[in-house]
């Protein structure tokens, strides 16, 4: 699982704000209210649905043995501890921003690897739901075993989005409802208080990430490009490319997006129409939020009998939900569904139009909920979309089934990329 050794921890040299070292910690006392509530959780009796249910193709949602067997290994068999001191193996940090202009102060958090090359290049890499910063973490490990901090050709910033995991806003009534463009710019603040807003930086991102890492590029002078894995068109898109005819092998791309549109995006609705109820219901046992997070993790991932990625293993889903529980995000993750559920329908989720000043990256992943055809990217966005890589295998977590697939497309578009929007050279080094 890599060194637990925490180099990649020396901050670049053009830092403006010093951030604060932070490693995950959750006290005894948690845990074990943890345990406790997970044993006591009432799973209800068989019935036809959640016997005939199937999460991997959105048939009815999770099964009750699939539940009962997550619950019994995440009580017995689960090592939160062990998962812990990994994660803390990589450098983290805390850092507090305040967002120009909607003055909501941000207690942001962020694992990252950082360069002692100076023409090393800043990434931001974005999360989304039911995801965490710990979709990166088989990236990192990656990145720490194939380079030094002295041949590392980039600074890798990987925050929990505001709003989610260890990022979180002040608790009092001068909160406000957290749109992308105000998350975007917290995003921003953060990679200029590390003294990226000279050298300028890369916003990768899918889910809210690819919302985020849109408004990135569209606002901040200083995100010079942005690589998505994930798309949803705005209507007046959509319409654009009807008369644009797909190849066999694009139709199949968005196979996974028409069955979202059609029977998986009723969370959607439920988070931006009832945050409050959903979050209490949730927030009642540890259970209960796998059962919710834990179909996503399963239905939206690469789960293909036939030539399909390795499934997401029961300890990565524990994973992701655990971290949920123990940071209690999962209220707060509602304000983003707030702020996209108005444009969720037939062909949107956002309504923010891509930049047309600058360059983007895409990667097709064959098992996603939203995709971009390359014949309809180049139809909206022409030589804007400079990279374009479609993948055999992986869905909606990328970052997490096909890490090495996902690194290589980054370094590939950032090789390409760098020296036409003005940033330092990257690329593997000898």
């Given amino acids: 699982m890599g060194s637990v050794s925490l180099t990649f921890s020396t901050l670049p040299a053009g830092v403006k704000v010093q951030p604060t070292p932070f490693r995950i910690n959750v006290a005894e006392s948690d845990l074990a209210q943890f345990r406790s509530l997970i044993q006591q959780a009432i799973i209800p009796p ?24 997550a619950r019994d290994y995440w009580l ?6 062990a998962q812990e001191t990994f994660i803390n193996s990589f450098p983290q940090y805390k850092q507090t921003v305040v ?6 102060t941000f207690d942001l958090h962020f694992a990252a690897l950082f360069s002692l090359r100076e023409d090393a290049i800043p990434i931001i890499f974005m999360h989304g739901w039911p995801g965490s910063f710990l979709e990166f973490v088989p990236m990192l490990d ?39 463009e105000f998350a975007a710019e917290a995003m921003n603040e953060l990679m200029l208080s590390l003294g ?27 995100c010079k490009t942005s690589h998505l894995n994930m798309f949803m068109f705005t209507p007046d898109q959509f319409a654009a490319c009807q008369q644009e005819p797909l190849t066999e092998r694009e139709e199949k791309l968005l196979t996974g997006t028409n069955a979202w549109i059609k029977q998986g995006s009723a969370y959607a609705y439920e988070h931006g129409t009832r945050p409050s109820t959903i979050a209490l219901t949730l927030s009642t046992n540890p259970v209960a939020m796998l059962a919710w997070m834990g179909e996503k993790f399963i239905e939206w991932s690469d789960n293909r009998k036939d030539g399909g990625s390795r499934p997401l293993s029961l300890d990565t889903i524990l994973d992701g939900v655990s971290l949920y529980w123990f940071s209690g995000c999962f209220p707060r993750t509602m304000w983003s569904y707030r702020s996209l559920v108005p444009a969720i329908g037939a062909t949107a989720v956002v309504q923010e139009s891509l930049s047309v ?10 098992v996603e909920i939203g995709t971009l055809p390359r014949t309809w990217g180049k139809k909206l966005f022409g030589d804007r979309l400079a990279y374009y890589k479609e993948h055999e295998v992986g869905g909606h977590f990328a970052a997490l ?19 036409k929007v003005g940033l330092a050279k990257g690329g593997k080094s000898a």
């Fill in 46 to 69: 068989e019935q036809f649905y959640n016997q005939h249910a199937n999460a991997a193709t959105g048939k009815f949602g999770i099964t009750r043995d699939w539940l009962i067997q």
């Fill in 99 to 104: 967002g120009p202009t909607s003055g909501q």
């Fill in 142 to 180: 990656i990145l720490r075993s194939r380079y030094t901090p002295e041949t590392l050709p980039y600074h890798v910033i990987v925050p929990s989005i505001p709003d989610y995991g260890f990022s979180s806003r002040p608790n009092d009534s001068a909160l406000q409802e957290l749109n992308m």
């Fill in 196 to 222: 990226f807003g000279s050298t300028g930086y890369v916003a990768q991102g899918g889910d809210v990430g690819y919302a985020l890492a849109r408004a990135m590029a569209n606002n901040h002078a200083a």
């Fill in 401 to 419: 089934q096909e890490p090495e697939n996902f690194l290589d497309d980054i370094e590939e578009f950032v090789r390409f990329i760098a020296p």
């Fill in 357 to 366: 000043q600058k360059p983007f990256g895409y990667s097709a992943f064959p």
């Fill in 76 to 81: 017995n068999t689960y090592d939160w501890r």
